[in-house]
């Protein structure tokens, strides 16, 4: 045989269901949307990593399409539509292929399509027919599916969360698809799933967290007879589909039963320490009034409902509005997405003071604008790169971007929404978080990374939006009870299975 041809597709995003806007091909723009042979120049992430494998091993990688975005809404119909047609129409002109690689999230949805995972990888599996490998690589907060297992032959994730494995995630996933591809291996799988849904606050897999003992025991069992990869998901909980669950998968070389028993064991694992996964939450005053009482800073405000990596729209203004009835003295730092008061701020200009409507104005559902006037002190074209996880090196964009000065608070106002790694939004217009003595974070856990070494205290905050800390209070259309935290002891709770048998 000569150099497998391996094909490269990739429709990668994290949808919310509850909130956030609908994410069009413009959204795919402003961050990754490659074709073709433009695909095999990617340097780093989840592709490089699988190109590293796929040239070391002599295999011919074809680049189909790479489009990647930040969280958001669901896909809207056309996006999905483009964008899957793009895809499968430059496979059929490529076949015959001897493997596919899908550089997947796992939690994307369109307007139409609950499952875009699933409906992506049987429209491939379709077009390649039975007997072609497909591997896809999934982020670790993947919703998984029936129709994912069983339409691909092997699901590999994310091992690290805060992600920063997307290269070593993809060579895992090349590997195991030349592997089969060649003959050397069989890979069947089973997922057992159980309905614990939380947020990402405890969701670490790093030092002492509930989910990092949980990962570390995944991974052990790949040193068991015959297991060729062990993944472990929490599952994204602001979609609302069927089914939802966490729990690890395991792909065994031609071993069901194996997989099925490893799988289910650990399930039963992540069952036992479910109560460890919820947080401690605070109300934005009540935060504040002990935030205040600490010398210096900064001391991190966690309004992670409020998360664009997780989908939501950015443009909460609940913990500013704390701030503001506070009338602190001490430097906050504030990120709201309002496209229409930082064009307002910008045609305003440089210094000028002024009064906008703020917040609340993209994703009405989740609280009131409000009017504040302050001084406008730095305008921003709002590009920057991100240094580390999952785009590293890849541009972000924030659009037209200001700084709205009001007293001792600083509000960074910007156009669109960005997934936050580190402080690169910040440090983008000059805000220095070490100067702050209150950082709002609009995320669940890369806070932790980017002021871990500096924050004081942190406090997660309670407040409305589409990524709650906790989702006892949301109210699913799709998903049915029993589920935690709702149902806190399930009568003869057996995990679900999702299984892929050769
Ligand atoms: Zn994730």
Not at 49 to 58: D, P, Y
Not at 215 to 230: D, I, N
Not at 273 to 290: C, D, G, I, N
């Amino acid at each position: 045989m000569g150099a497998p041809r391996i094909a490269i597709g990739s429709i990668f995003t994290e949808c919310n269901q509850l909130g956030g806007m609908p994410i069009d091909i413009s959204w795919f723009e402003r961050y990754e949307l490659h074709y073709g042979a433009a695909i095999l120049a990617l340097p780093g992430g989840v592709v490089g990593g699988m190109l590293q494998v796929l040239h070391e091993r002599q295999a011919e990688p074809i680049g189909l399409l790479y489009a990647s975005t930040c969280p958001g809404g669901y896909l809207t119909r056309d996006c999905y539509r483009q964008l899957k047609t793009d895809l499968l129409v430059r496979l059929q002109a490529a076949l015959p292929v001897d493997g596919v690689l899908l550089p997947l999230h796992g939690a994307a949805a369109a307007e139409d399509v609950g499952d875009l995972e699933g409906d992506l990888i049987k429209a491939v599996r379709a077009l390649v027919g039975a007997d072609v490998p497909i591997v896809a690589t999934l982020d670790l907060h993947a919703h998984v599916t029936q129709e994912m297992v069983h339409f691909a032959d092997a699901l590999v994730a994310w091992e690290t969360y805060p992600h920063r494995d997307a290269f070593t995630t993809g060579a895992r996933g090349a590997k195991l698809l030349l592997d089969t591809v060649e003959g050397r291996c069989r890979p069947t799988m089973a997922m057992a799933k159980v309905p614990v849904l939380t947020g990402g606050i405890h969701g670490s897999t790093e030092g002492d967290d509930p989910f990092a003992h949980l990962m570390r025991q995944t991974k052990a069992a790949e040193g068991y007879p015959h297991v060729l990869s062990t993944s472990l998901f929490l599952v994204h909980p602001y979609l609302d589909q069927p089914a939802m669950g966490s729990g690890p998968l395991v792909i065994t070389d031609n071993d069901y039963a194996q997989a099925e028993t490893i799988a289910g064991e650990l399930a039963a694992a992540y069952w036992a320490r479910r109560f460890e996964l919820e947080p401690v939450l605070y109300t934005p005053a009540s935060a504040l009034a002990q935030g205040l009482q600490i010398s210096g800073g900064p001391v991190i405000l966690v309004e992670t409902s409020d998360c664009a990596g997780g989908g939501a729209a950015g443009d909460s203004v609940a913990t500013l509005k704390a701030l503001l009835a506070a009338n602190i003295t001490a430097t906050a730092f504030v990120p709201v997405v309002d496209p229409a008061a930082a064009a307002q701020c910008h045609t305003a200009g440089l210094g000028a003071p002024v009064t906008v409507t703020l917040g609340h104005q993209l994703d009405p559902r989740w609280g009131e604008p409000i009017t504040v006037t302050g001084q406008v002190t730095h305008l921003s074209d709002g590009r920057f790169r991100y240094v580390g996880g999952i785009w590293d090196n890849i541009e972000g964009n924030m659009g037209p971007s200001v700084v709205l000065t009001i007293g001792a608070i600083q509000v960074l106002v910007t156009t669109h929404s960005t997934y936050d790694w580190m402080d690169e939004q910040w440090r983008a217009v000059q805000m220095d978080p070490a100067s702050a003595t209150f950082i709002v974070a609009k995320n669940p856990m890369n806070y932790r990374q980017a002021y871990g070494n500096i924050a004081k205290a942190i406090f997660v905050l309670d407040t409305p939006g589409p990524t709650p800390p906790t989702i006892r209070h949301v109210q699913y259309k799709q998903l049915q009870r029993p589920y935690f935290p709702l149902d806190e002891q399930i009568e003869n709770l057996t995990p679900t299975i999702l299984k892929r048998r050769r």
